[in-house]
């Protein structure tokens, strides 16, 4: 079945750092992929998305692209800042079978640290 | 619009006792979605909703775990007898099917405490 796989976490960075975290999936459909934000005692939000092949998802400077040859869509920031420090999960809805259910993945903590 | 409405927001109950969870979609969406939250299993989704209708259950942990949704605008998630395991942070999320991507928009949580 379709499933999503983030890099462990968590991630620990000073202000300023640059950061990736990798996400590849598997799906047999036509997916559309997605990065969700956790701050700390909040529900997920949504953070960037991107519906086909090369398409680049960006929001509050963070971007990720769809990479339909390496199925990957990695979360990147030139320059994280305290505020960043939060639960990021990659995520994959298959728009053909549109169930409207999405595949997470575990998640990947961020800190990051004055 | 308020966004996805859950009560209560915290909710601490001794293990035997009956739990009701409560979730109001945003207005005009027709999915819905229950999830579960815990360090140990991370995300896991127990149900959902289309137009009303449960479509998957398969997440729903046991018999113990039963969800309802009598309109499109109230759902509940009800844990009859809770038992300290269910101890986690249950997020209520909806969506619009009408739209191609699917996002889903979560509501606040709410942390349940079983003793």
């Known amino acids: 079945g379709d499933s999503v796989t983030q890099m462990e976490g968590p991630v620990t960075l000073s202000e300023e750092a640059f950061l990736t975290i990798n996400c590849t999936y598997t799906?047999?459909?036509?997916?559309?992929l997605f990065w969700y934000v956790q701050y700390p005692g909040e529900g997920l939000q949504l953070l960037l998305k991107?519906?086909?092949?090369?398409d680049k998802g960006s929001n509050k400077g963070f971007e990720a692209t769809y990479r339909k040859e390496t199925t990957s869509f990695h979360l990147e920031k030139g320059s994280v800042q305290v505020s960043d420090s939060a639960v990021y999960f990659c995520a994959l809805s298959d728009r053909r079978r549109n169930t409207g259910k999405l595949i997470f993945g575990q998640g990947t903590t961020l800190q990051v640290k004055p | 619009d308020a966004g996805v409405i859950q009560s209560p927001r915290h909710e601490v109950t001794e293990m035997g006792q009956e739990v009701t969870l409560r979730c109001k979609p945003i207005s005009g969406h027709n999915s819905l979605f229950w999830y579960r939250q815990t360090m140990m299993r991370g995300l896991e989704l127990l149900i959902y909703?289309?137009?009303?209708?449960?479509?998957?259950d398969s997440g729903m942990p046991e018999d113990r775990f039963s969800a309802k949704m009598p309109n499109a605008s109230f759902s509940t998630l009800k844990i009859q007898p809770s038992e300290p395991r269910d101890s986690a942070v249950y997020f209520c999320?909806?969506?619009?099917?009408?739209?191609?991507?699917?996002?889903?928009?979560f509501g606040p949580g709410t942390r349940l405490t079983v003793l």
């Open positions: 991107a519906t086909k092949a090369d």
């Open positions: 999320a909806s969506s619009s099917r009408g739209e191609s991507y699917n996002e889903q928009f």
């Open positions: 799906a047999t459909g036509y997916p559309s």
């Open positions: 909703f289309n137009n009303n209708v449960p479509i998957d």
